[in-house]
């Protein structure tokens, strides 16, 4: 049963200092399947993945990977794991190419026509030959994909990969994750962004100030969303708090700015607008605030939406 | 070949993919094609070939002989008194500067550049690259003494000549027993070279800051020498790293003694050792969470 797991992490506890960084957690990762760590920043993403690659040694706990540990079996732990930590990096002064075969030199080689390969799904032939140094941050991420792919994981261990990407780059990102586990590689993932996790992941770990806040399956964690709340602003907002104080599953309250956030399940707060119309209260806006996914990572993670917004 | 086949690599049904286990011999193809790469260590080669030719041009230009300082009188007329006024020029910062260059800067760049999450994410173990950085900073040393030497001795016979030297004692020393005193001379540098190497890889381990790595064992080798030159410290001076560099001496008077030869061993091997050893430990330990 165990050998079954990519990932098989318990108790896993590290502190910087007087700070506890990672405090005691657990992730177990199926071959297999998409996995999250989510968490806002400094939750303890970044060095509990640190951890599994050996970079950051943990006070206490286990972790084994694909049944091997750093303890028993040192950097063969790596063996069919790959991936990169917060954004790739590279040396400047050596070429993609250059820089893509000499990590090939410690994964004990790679065949040049390999290099071509992944080069051109990676999209960067074109600049292979160029220093590394005069490379964009999105291909510098694409190498950082292109340099975990030639180790043929399977495994692959990703940091925030969206991270820093424009909205052409995330969609790209999401799609090759979609894609390469479709291949049925095992896919462990970071991310601040719930809907990324959403879209993606089949479980989920959500981290809050280095502990576990939440683990398990994306539809556990649906089931447990909040309603939906919607910023609303009307001619009369007096009249039309009145009225929803009136309506049954409806909660209402003055939003942040001018204007009234509204929750409550989608139907009840569809009657609710009907009543509105019906008491020539004009609305003159009605937009989501956020996902109830989103709702649910903001409550559990103690994070304020604003704050979370704005960074 | 299609891109959606590149993904499946290889089969991911079996166990763990165990593949060719990439060692020393890989690690160090991988750090020595860094240092081809890299525009200082060309222009660090280049310099040890050129800058002793130009040295010897100045110094033979001159009117009057260096003459307070070893083998200064004769240089501007004996080729082998200009190769030992270099080499006595050379020990003082020049030896431990080339390699602190490369040997202080090959951790330390890993930091700076953040890529050390980049190569210990491989397949090859942190201490397979240590020893690595280390054979391949011990490696460039070796040649750039070998280079700076040749170019120093070469220049020095063609342009100054090979007359007879005149030894420490006064005595003459014929030509060819000269040139193979000189070289001999030369070649004492190795030893301490490696010690100073090893110095300057532990500054790069242990400050992770290129400018430490680099500056620091130079800084120290000028210190050692202040602490050598003052008097009533005859104890202590076995221990400095510098007094190597002195130790050929002994070649050049008559009799030769070459007792300082084997200290010089004993000392840049100490001094080796103990910066290896502590450089790897403090690597080893070491949480990567920068970069
Ligand atoms: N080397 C370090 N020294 C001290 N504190 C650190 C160090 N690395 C990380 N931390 C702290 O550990 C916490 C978790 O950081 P990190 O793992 O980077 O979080 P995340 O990736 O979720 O943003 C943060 O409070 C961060 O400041
Ligand atoms: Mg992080």
Redesign the interface.
Known sequence: MDSELAVDAVGVTKT?GSLCAVDDVTVKVEAGEVYGVLGPNGAGKT?FL?ML?????PDSGTIRI???SWAAD???T?????????S???????TGR?NLE??G?????VRRDRVD??L??VDLTDRAGDAVGGYSYGMRQRLGVA?S?I??P?LLVLDEPANGLDPAGIRDMRALVR??AA???TVLLSSHHMDEVEEICDNVTIMRQGGVAFHGAIAELRAMAPDPGYALSTTADDRALEIAAATPGIAAVHGPGTGLVVTGPAHEVSSYVSALVRAEVRLLAFTPTRTPLEQLFFMLTDTDPQEAEAA | ?S??D?????P??A????????GLG??L??ES??LR???RVKALLGGAVLVPIAVVVVMHSQPRPPKDTLFGRFALDNGFAMALLVLGFAVQWVLPLLTSIVAGNIFASEDQ??????????????ATLFWAKTVVSVAFALVALALLAASTVTASLLIVGRQPLTGLSGQTIHAQRALELVVASWATMALPMVGFTCLALLFSVWSRNVAVGIAAPVVIGLVMQLVGALGGIESLRPFLLTTPFEAWHGLLAEPRFTGPLLDSVVTSAGWSVVCLAAAFLILR?R???G?
Do not use: N
Not at chain 2, 113 to 124: M, Q
């Open positions: 910087f060095t640190r690659f050996g970079l950051v040694r694909f049944d091997r040192g950097v063969a790596l063996d069919g794991v790959a991936g990169f930590i917060e790739p990096a590279f040396y400047p002064y050596l250059q000499g990590l030199l410690l994964d004990g080689g390969e992944i051109e799904l340099a792919l180790r043929e399977r894609r390469l291949r049925g590689l | 070949m891109a959606t590149v993904l499946t690599g290889r991911t049904a166990g763990p993919t165990t593949r060719r286990r990439p890989s690690a193809r991988w094609r860094k790469a890299q525009l550049h953040g890529t050390w999450k980049t190569v210990l994410t491989r397949s090859t173990s942190r330990r949480d990567i969470t970069g």
